[in-house]
């Protein structure tokens, strides 16, 4: 692929080993503070930093003022595509990186993307992983990230896109010789459409290393779920053309489009429901869920959470272990925003729970130091000893691991049975009367909180005398049209 000097203001051929990262901002200088010194924190040190100003009314231009080092270029508002086409337009690098505001790169970003892209010249962008954190910083628990090792246009015609944060990714600057910069009649989903683009014609690569932190926040585009619906389709619709004429092809793009129709404004309904929680309830919160059966409506970041219904025939979901005493190993399946309950049950028929422990996975490792130096349920009188080493868990990009040790106290045979959500019933009930059994049977149980997350609003309307009760006899922590009810079981209305 030759250089064409026609994505360089000055015409001139890019220094060897520069990468230019190029920071759009909209009214995001609260954050953009963050973005700039997360790039002078780099190790790799041959780099520029330039912000594009898209018309902010904030304290942008102050912001920027601050850093000398960092090149500043205004422009009227013309949203996110034409900003980032704008810091194209002036940047110098070989190498190109897009750092949204709100977004931070972490040290070594920088130097493993372009020493991946050395190893792969033919490549004509890398992309790593990224963890998720909120306004304030704090990491928060996020489904794995998908690794993809070939076919990477196939998987992102799917839907989904495995590249979740746009600075992530490491261009070669000679690639927008070809593909011409964002589509600015996309910008909510521009990322996704360039990167169809490239992988449908040229070879990418996509290493394990997490790189960026990718913050969800009240004020962030992706909130605004039809508009990015909307540009995700037109973005996935114009692939068409090219995608029909290969049966492979033809079935990802159904897939893709049923991804974007449907599991999109699903995966950012439990993202506002995350966020409700999250603010709503107290970490050590017990939380029924009106799931239907899914259970990624139950990861809300660390809370004990049961689905609604659940089986009435115990918590004993899987066996564990067994025997008078032991020390185990859990396998690798503990994830960030989990919580795991083990019980430990002897006596005849082992009927009896002689203890329970609760282990958390948490994204955030730096919690961890602390907690592990808090009492693991010391042995009791009796000799019944329960304990999880390390609890909470670190369990970020990848499932985390504990070392179980139990003893029934007596020499006696136990059953240690592990269980992560709840036994989903697997049906709805019946009619209000069987829903509210089973609420005060959940409640009975210990659930502090009853949440309907707006896919399951059909509920109020199906279950009449079950919404009358709980909205006359509870009350309302949260009420959200887009994402959810929250009950507080505890109290009375």
Not at 52 to 71: A, I, L, Q
Not at 275 to 280: A, C, G, K
Not at 318 to 343: D, K, N, V
Not at 403 to 415: A, C, P
Request: a negative charge.
């Amino acid at each position: 692929m030759a250089h064409r000097a026609d994505t360089r203001a000055d015409g001139a051929l890019p220094p060897p080993n520069l990468v230019s990262v190029i920071i759009p901002c909209y009214n995001h200088g609260h954050f953009l503070e963050q973005a700039i010194e997360s790039v002078l924190a780099q190790s790799y040190s041959d780099f520029e930093i330039i912000v594009v100003d898209d018309g902010s009314t904030d304290n942008t231009t102050e912001v920027v003022r601050r850093h000398s080092p960092v090149r500043y270029v205004y422009q009227e508002n013309s949203g996110l595509s034409s900003a980032r086409n704008t810091g194209l337009w002036h940047s110098r690098g070989k190498f190109l990186v897009f750092l949204d505001a709100d977004d931070r790169l972490l040290p070594h970003a920088l130097q493993t993307g372009v020493g991946c892209i050395r190893e792969r010249p033919e490549c004509a962008f890398v992309s790593g992983r990224c963890r998720v954190i909120d306004s304030n910083g704090a990491i928060l628990p996020s489904p794995r990230q998908l690794q993809v090792e070939n076919e990477h246009y196939l998987k992102l015609l799917q839907g989904s896109s495995y590249i979740w944060c746009p600075a992530t990714v490491l261009y070669q600057r000679r690639i927008f010789d070809f593909v011409h910069g964002f589509n600015v009649a996309l910008s909510p989903a521009a990322d996704y459409e360039l990167y169809l683009r490239v992988t449908r014609d040229f070879p990418v690569y996509s290493h394990k290393q997490v790189i960026a932190e990718y913050r969800q926040h009240h004020l962030s585009m992706s909130r605004d779920v039809l508009a990015m619906e909307r540009a995700a389709l037109a973005a996935h619709d114009a692939q068409w053309d090219f995608a029909k004429a290969n049966s492979r092809y033809r079935e990802a793009y159904d897939a893709g489009r049923r991804f974007w129709q449907n599991d999109y404004p699903l995966q950012q309904m439990v993202t506002r429901l995350r966020e409700t929680v999250r603010e709503q309830l107290p970490p050590d919160a017990t939380i029924a869920v009106a799931t239907g059966g899914s259970n990624e409506l139950l990861r809300l970041d660390g809370r004990r959470t049961w689905h609604f219904p659940q089986s009435e025939e115990g918590s004993r979901e899987g066996l564990f272990a067994q025997g008078a005493e032991g020390s185990m190993a859990t396998p690798a399946w503990i994830e960030a925003g989990m919580t795991y309950e083990f019980s430990l049950y002897g006596g005849p028929k082992f009927s009896r729970q002689l203890a329970r422990l609760l282990v958390k996975g948490v994204a955030d490792p730096f919690p961890i130091a602390s907690a592990e130096a808090a009492p693991q349920e010391p042995v009791r009188r009796d000799g019944v000893l329960l304990t999880a080493i390390p609890n909470p868990v670190h369990a970020s990009e990848e499932p985390g691991v504990t070392n179980i040790t139990w003893s029934t106290g007596d020499g006696s045979e136990g059953q240690l049975y592990v269980s992560s959500t709840g036994v989903y019933a697997g049906r709805d009930p019946t009619n209000s009367d069987e829903a509210l059994r089973l609420l005060e049977s959940t409640k009975a149980r210990g659930a502090q909180y009853l949440v309907i997350p707006a896919k399951s609003f059909w509920w109020l309307d199906h279950y009449q005398k079950f919404r009358e009760h709980v909205e006359a006899r509870y009350q309302v922590v949260a009420r959200d049209e887009e994402t959810c009810i929250i009950f507080d079981l505890r109290e009375s209305s």
